[in-house]
């Protein structure tokens, strides 16, 4: 018999807004780069476990720089 494994929306970590990824139990994310279309920004994260780490944010420039094009 098989398990129906649950999938979730991948939560923003600075705004918990909802993303457009979907995640289950037993994914796991090293350095992806995930895109947050509420709060505009983007951030390397890892997952495991359903747990999400953020490993490295934007600094202020790159964002601004970005804004400008």
Same mark, same amino acid.
């Given at each position: 018999? @098989? *398990? ?7 939560? *923003?970590? @600075? *705004?918990?807004?909802?993303? @457009?990824?979907? +995640? ?11 895109? *947050? ?5 983007? @951030?390397? +994260?890892?997952?495991?476990?359903? +747990?999400?780490?953020? +490993? ?14």
């Amino acid at each position: 018999m @098989m *398990c129906m494994i649950k999938e979730e929306y991948l939560l *923003c970590p @600075m *705004c918990q807004s909802k993303t @457009m990824l979907q +995640i289950r139990e037993d994914t796991e994310l090293k350095n992806f780069p995930l895109f *947050c279309p509420k709060s505009k920004q983007d @951030m390397l +994260i890892s997952v495991k476990y359903k +747990i999400t780490t953020v +490993i490295k944010e934007p600094d202020a420039r790159r964002r601004a720089d970005n804004q400008r094009k």
